[in-house]
C-alpha cells in the first residue's frame, strides 16, 4: 500500500544576519544584534564535501565522507546601502553614503531564516534554520541594472552568497521545526541570543 505522508517545504520567511561578536573556544560565537535583512526570497544551501575511500580485493572497503563547508545563496527584497556596508565591510554615513574600497573586508556573521513546512495532516509548521558562523562572498555583490519599458515591471531581488563553516564547537548549522511563526523566531533570537 502506498505511503500518503509528507513534510514538504513551501516557501521562506524572514531572513536576519547576526555580525559575531565573539568567537569563544570550543563554543558558539556570540552575536551582535541582527540585521534584518528584508522580506526572504530564497535561501539555497550546497554543501562541500571531502571523501575518500578504501579499497582492496577489488571492492570499496570503507568509504567516508565529511563536511568541509557550505554556500548559502540567499536573496531578499531589500537594497539597503547601510546593510550592505555592514556586510562587506564598506564605509558608510548617512551624508556621504556608501564607499566601497579595494581592501575592504567582509564581517563574519550567523544567518537566520525560517520555512514554512505543510505536513500531511494539512497543519504547517515552521522550520527555523540557523547557519552558525558564515561570511559575505566578495563575488557574490552584484549591482545589476537594467533600462525598463514603461509597460515591463520586472524588479532586482538583492542576492549576497555566504560561505558557511563550522564554529568553534565543530557545528555548523542548528535546524528546528516550531507550531508557529512567532515561535521560530523566537528559537532563533535563543540560538544567536541577540535582539531580533
Not at 526572504?40 to 565529511?66: F, N, R
Request: proline share 5%; glycine share 8%; charged share 25%.
Amino acid at each position: 500500500m502506498a505511503s500518503n505522508r509528507y513534510k514538504m517545504p513551501l516557501g521562506m520567511r524572514k531572513s536576519y544576519f547576526y555580525p559575531i561578536k565573539t568567537t569563544p573556544e570550543n563554543a558558539h560565537p556570540t552575536y551582535d544584534t541582527a540585521l534584518d535583512m528584508g522580506s526572504a526570497v530564497k535561501g539555497y544551501l550546497a554543501i562541500t564535501t571531502a571523501s575518500g575511500e578504501i579499497v582492496g580485493d577489488d571492492q570499496i572497503l570503507h568509504s567516508v565522507e565529511s563536511f568541509v563547508s557550505a554556500q548559502l545563496d540567499a536573496e531578499t527584497n531589500l537594497s539597503d546601502l547601510e546593510i550592505n556596508a555592514k556586510l562587506f565591510g564598506h564605509k558608510y554615513a548617512e551624508a556621504t553614503g556608501e564607499d566601497s574600497g579595494k581592501d575592504d573586508t567582509p564581517v563574519s556573521g550567523g544567518y537566520g531564516f525560517i520555512e514554512p513546512i505543510i505536513k500531511d495532516d494539512k497543519i504547517t509548521v515552521f522550520r527555523a534554520t540557523a547557519l552558525y558562523h558564515c561570511t559575505p562572498m566578495p563575488s557574490s555583490e552584484k549591482q545589476e541594472a537594467d533600462t525598463r519599458k514603461p509597460t515591463e515591471f520586472s524588479p532586482k531581488t538583492n542576492a549576497v552568497s555566504y560561505k558557511v563553516l563550522a564554529d568553534n564547537s565543530g557545528a555548523w548549522r542548528n535546524r528546528q521545526d516550531y507550531d508557529t511563526l512567532a515561535a521560530a523566531e523566537a528559537g532563533l533570537k535563543k540560538i544567536f541570543g541577540a535582539a531580533v
